[in-house]
């Protein structure tokens, strides 16, 4: 089954610093990532997906993601935290079939001013 | 768009009573889901629908909850009877899913909306 691993529950860094999130994928086939945040009391906003193509993906708020196949890993990142940056995030797969996401335990981030 | 829409977003019953949850998806989005999420599980899936018909159903926990899509624009989350271990928040989704079976479309992202906090007592 499709899966995906958040190892760390929460992650600190201080403002301006660059950030990594973790997450590992283990798929039968080819992976189709997502990486989604979590705001207080909101529901899940999409950031960014990877399908095919370019290993480092872009999205919104200036994250990025790096896809790298040997390593089965779909790690977050951005340059330089911002405190509004604090926040729940998510890990998600597309599941062998329709539609279906498999989402992560998510990894809270905080960042300190 | 006003993005997918939830009601309640709060909601407060005693332990025996039915449960209602509303959702309308983003217009011209053709899956829809709902999803729980508490401090002890997580995000669970609980069910998806494509085109209005249910798909896996295999996250509801059990029969005392049930969803239905009655049109596209429309669904419900239904628990009867409520108990307190269903306090959690409920959250509703949909994409869209143009093209062909395969295609990259296929993988579009889903859009959440506010969800709905349920509290039983």
Redesign the interface.
Known sequence: AQSVAQPEDQVNVAEGNPLTVKCTYSVSGNP?L?W?VQYP??????LL?Y??GDNLVKGSYGFEAEFNKSQTSFHLKKPSALVSDSALY?CAV?DI?????V?G??TRLLVSP | DAGVIQSPRHEVTEMGQEVTLRCKPISGHNSLFWYRQTMMRGLELLIYFNNNVPIDDSGMPEDRFSAKMPNASFSTLKIQPSEPRDSAVYFCASSSRAGLAGGLSSYNEQFFGPGTRLTVL
């Open positions: 189709y997502f989604y009391n909101r529901g899940l906003q999409f997906k399908i095919t998510f597309r079939g329709f539609q279906k996401l989402f335990t998510g």
